[in-house]
């Protein structure tokens, strides 16, 4: 509730009615209260992303780890010419 009425004292401040101040204040923190990030909203999705990305570096490593592994087997089984 603060928020709203710091932005209706400063719409006051530049010279619109204390009436419209607060409908303007109101109507514009309705618009964006469900609509924008907290701090806590990006600390949550930065722990995901990181624990997303520590997922696939080690799958990543797994398949290349692998594919080594199949390529030097086939290569020591390869009939020489």
């Known amino acids: 509730m603060t928020d709203r009425l710091?932005?209706?004292?400063?719409?006051e401040g530049a010279g619109i009615g204390r009436e419209a101040?607060?409908?303007?204040?109101?109507?514009?923190?309705?618009?964006?209260?469900?609509?924008v990030a907290t701090k806590s909203d990006l600390a949550?999705?930065?722990a995901d992303l990181e624990r997303s990305?520590?997922?696939?570096?080690l799958q990543g490593i797994g398949t290349l780890a692998t594919g080594l592994g199949a390529l030097f087997a086939a290569l020591?089984?390869?009939p020489p010419h």
């Open 6 to 11: 710091t932005l209706a004292h400063a719409f």
């Open 21 to 35: 101040a607060e409908r303007i204040a109101v109507a514009v923190f309705d618009a964006i209260r469900d609509n």
């Open 44 to 46: 949550i999705l930065k």
């Open 53 to 57: 990305l520590h997922r696939l570096t």
């Open 76 to 78: 020591h089984y390869w």
